[in-house]
């Protein structure tokens, strides 16, 4: 499985941001995903996930304003940012394994497969 994560960029704080995540080598439907971040100094962080399309967690400080979803007929996953904020500044990563577990998965070590990055930076 291959992942190509794009739509990163500069946002003023209060905008929004669609970030996409084109898997290729599996169809998304069969794969557990989500989206990491990491800020400059500190840890990736898991800030979404879905499993089949279905089933999603949000970490709580993007509830309400993130949104994660798969097409399956392209293949991919996106997030869609809503109301950014300058702490959600980080280099945004989409990540999946294949599982037929019902359930999102939330640490990094449980994911097989991950794009390449790509930057948001949010101005205050």
Not at 14 to 22: E, I, K, N, Q
Not at 41 to 48: A, D, L, Q, S
Not at 51 to 56: K, L, Q, V
Not at 85 to 98: F, G, I, N, P
């Given at each position: 499985?291959?992942?190509?994560?794009?739509?990163?960029?500069l946002?003023?704080?209060?905008?929004?941001?669609?970030?996409?995540?084109?898997?290729?080598?599996?169809?998304?439907?069969?794969?557990?995903?989500?989206?990491f971040?990491?800020?400059?100094?500190?840890?990736?962080?898991?800030?979404?996930?879905s499993?089949?399309?279905?089933?999603?967690y949000y970490?709580?400080?993007?509830?309400?304003?993130?949104?994660?979803?798969?097409?399956?007929?392209?293949?991919?996953v996106?997030?869609?940012?809503?109301?950014l904020?300058?702490?959600?500044?980080?280099?945004?990563?989409?990540?999946?394994?294949?599982s037929?577990?019902?359930?999102?998965?939330?640490?990094?070590?449980?994911?097989?497969?991950?794009?390449?990055?790509?930057?948001?930076?949010?101005?205050?």
């Open positions: 499985v291959q992942l190509q994560a794009f739509g990163g960029g946002v003023q704080a209060g905008g929004s941001l669609r970030l996409s995540c084109a898997a290729s080598g599996r169809s998304v439907s069969t794969l557990a995903t989500g989206w971040r990491q800020a400059p100094g500190k840890e990736r962080e898991f800030v979404t996930g499993w089949n399309g279905r089933i999603t970490l709580d400080s993007v509830k309400g304003r993130f949104t994660i979803s798969t097409d399956n007929a392209k293949n991919t996106y997030l869609q940012m809503n109301s904020k300058a702490e959600d500044t980080a280099v945004y990563y989409c990540a999946a394994v294949w037929q577990r019902p359930g999102v998965l939330k640490r990094r070590e449980e994911y097989d497969y991950w794009g390449q990055g790509t930057l948001v930076t949010v101005s205050s």
